[in-house]
């Protein structure tokens, strides 16, 4: 077998797209039973934050009648046409529990219920596969409903509710105004310094001029993208929000933090429906302290406080140590080390020019690499 792909996500069917486009033999595994698994588990309203012309996978673009920004449902919805258009056929139920070096150059993946030997493996798990929940003070004594941002559905579960949202990155931003608009009283804990950007500017999506920008120096690059940021994003330190001290491209390059795109979250803050608190001293019974003597009282609490990777549990430690970055993720698409030649990692870079787009332009890469190109 030439070539076994992880995860049917989008990642994996972007690999499995161009394979089967150059007649090439694969196997494509999939814990869950369904492709497009952990986008189907996301809350009711999250829309793609890219347009859709930058924003399909290889091959196959977005019907004519779907929005510039995709929905939740109609982005499970293209999956499922992507592998019906290219015959792609999963197996499916098959949770992939190590990966290793195999003799004669090859690599042997045991899944719950097989062993697979192949000579390329690429990882397309993502970067958002294990729920993050760090370790907050008193938590356990909290009385009200405690839930990851995984298990959030929609507002209208919490209406009329205090809610506190622990973490202020995209899914935190937009799960606090997804409570709002469903008549809840949201919180939101923010623990340091927020990069926001906005959806559009000047009445345009943003993406376009990102990728744009891609193509000049990075000192250009953070120039335009700080200038554009103070032009269209307002300034939030009266409302206990601060700026960081570098534009979203340094942010994201150098720091791998992925900025908040608001969709209406900042207008809600600055009307006083979303409220802003900073850090967690001590969670309570009933409530919570803040790190600034304040204390308030809530009905439920949503950890917003992303996920990990969990590619140490698939690679195991000698492999991880070679390949992986302090924050879990992959140095790169794949190694240059002779001894790590065949496996390949697909899905786990969050450039600013777009997730959906990189994948589709680094797919690409992997498969020439896989070709000896």
Known sequence: MRTIIIG???????????????????????????????????????????????????HL?????????????????YLEQYVAHFGIKPVFNELVTGVRRADKGHWLVRTNTDTFIAENVVICTGYNRVPHQPNLPGLDSFTGTVLHSRAYRSGAAFAGQRVLVIGMGNTGAEIALDLQEHGAKPTISVRGPVSIVKREVFGRPAQP?????????????????GLS???NTDNLSAYGIETPKHPPSYQIRVLGKI??????????????????????????????TFTDGRHDVFDAIVLATGYRSGLSDILGDTLSRKILNEKGHPRGLWDTNPALKGLYFLGFATPLTGILRGIRLDSERVVREINGQ
């Open 229 to 231: 940021q103070k032009m």
């Open 8 to 58: 049917a996500g989008p990642a994996g069917l972007a690999m499995a797209g161009r394979l089967t486009k150059l007649g090439q033999p694969f196997t494509l595994l999939e814990a869950a039973p369904n492709v497009g698994a952990a986008w189907r588990n996301h809350y009711d309203r999250l829309h793609l934050h890219t347009i859709k012309s930058e924003s399909y996978l290889p």
């Open 259 to 288: 900025p908040v795109i608001d969709q209406g979250t900042v207008a809600q803050i600055k009307a006083g429906t979303i409220a802003v608190r900073p850090g967690i001293d001590q969670i309570h019974e009933l409530g919570v």
């Open 209 to 225: 001029l990102a990728i744009f920008l891609n193509k000049f120096p990075n000192w250009f690059y953070d120039y335009m993208a």
């Open 61 to 77: 673009p977005y019907p004519a009648h779907y929005p510039t920004y995709v929905s939740r449902d109609e982005f499970v919805a």
